[in-house]
């Protein structure tokens, strides 16, 4: 169920890619038509190029959050939804809560029923 949601997920991305492509290519055509010099013309092509590549990129974002996601459902056996804060477990071990100071300790530290000489008691050190 969750590789069909990605697949048509990332199907989406990629379609918003190509319409944001086509819209930087048409307004390259207007803007050229328009500019009087050669100059004018190429720095148009690099915004088209620019614009672009910025449809790529948030594409590409799209899919790793789709995949991501993915990850973190079959993780939680599909209990999560969006924004999950992992209070479903039995207990144990629970994320730090995000923009807190204090991160806790994992595994949780104990502190050694020895001295802190290195040795337990009734042990000495080697000679």
Known sequence: MQSAKQKAADAAAVAKEHVEILRAKTQEK?????????????????????????????????????????????????????????????????DPVVGSAVAPAYPPTVAPAYPPTGYPPGWTAPK
């Open 30 to 94: 207007a803007e050229k038509a328009a500019a009087p010099t050669k100059e004018g013309r190429e720095i148009t092509h690099e915004r088209r190029k620019a614009k672009e590549a910025e449809a790529k990129m948030k594409m590409h974002v799209a899919k790793a959050d789709h995949a991501a996601d993915k990850l973190h459902s079959a993780q939680h056996g599909g209990l999560c939804g969006i924004g999950c804060n992992h209070h479903h477990h039995g207990g144990g071990y629970q």
